[in-house]
T-cell receptor
């Protein structure tokens, strides 16, 4: 199993550009989530999904869109990049069978917006 | 609503000394609690978890944590620090009704001195 994979690893955008961060998991987990990590602020939830076709907002959703057409994929779209979106982005998957619930994280995407 | 507070953004111990990282939480439903570790430029990996079974949970690399409902705490300990324990540690709470929605503390950076 590859686990959770994210592409790209690094990205530099100019203000106003759009892009999609890719996330895929091969563990058949029903839940997937996107977090951003900023220094001293831990991880903050952007959007999450409880299954294919179902998404919901997290703590900091503004400026981001998601969709989940398959169990495996959960892309994050930046509509019009802003310097405040400079961050490290982590995708995670999880499942609730037998009270598991822990998050399985991808390696992250480091995004810089100039 | 749920929240996590990690007391102390930086903790420094000598090699061989006790490690104690503090975490307090609040949750409106029975919580599932987690400690994750992050090494530089990597994603997060699970150290240990509490999911309503035993209140003292053991994790990888000799770490353990005790769930104390009366104190709303889930402190992480290790009897003897090793140089390889130097990393950032995150406490997280997940709603028992939604495995995709975790709230993380701001993190504690552990430094181990030789």
């Amino acid at each position: 199993n590859a686990g959770v994979t994210q592409t790209p690893k690094f990205q530099v955008l100019k203000t106003g550009q759009s892009m999609t961060l890719q996330c895929a998991q091969d563990m058949n987990h029903e839940y997937m989530s996107w977090y951003r990590q900023d220094p001293g602020m831990g991880l903050r939830l952007i959007h999450y999904s409880v299954g294919a076709g179902i998404t919901d907002q997290g703590e900091v959703p503004n400026g981001y869109n998601v969709s989940r057409s398959t169990t495996e994929d959960f892309p994050l779209r930046l509509l019009s990049a802003a310097p405040s979106q400079t961050s490290v982005y982590f995708c995670a998957s999880s499942y609730s069978h037998q009270g598991s619930y822990e998050q399985y994280f991808g390696p992250g995407t480091r995004l810089t917006v100039t | 609503a749920q929240s996590v507070t990690q007391l102390g953004s930086h903790v420094s111990v000598s090699e061989g000394a006790l490690v104690l990282l503090r975490c307090n939480y609040s949750s409106s439903v029975p919580p599932y609690l987690f400690w994750y570790v992050q090494y530089p430029n990597q994603g997060l990996q699970l150290l240990l978890k509490y999911t309503s079974a035993a209140t003292l949970v053991k994790g990888i690399n000799g770490f353990e944590a005790e769930f104390k409902k009366s104190e709303t705490s889930f402190h992480l300990t290790k009897p003897s620090a090793h140089m390889s324990d130097a990393a950032e540690y995150f406490c997280a709470v997940t709603e028992s009704t939604n495995a995709g929605k975790s709230t993380f503390g701001d993190g504690t950076t552990l430094t181990v001195k030789p």
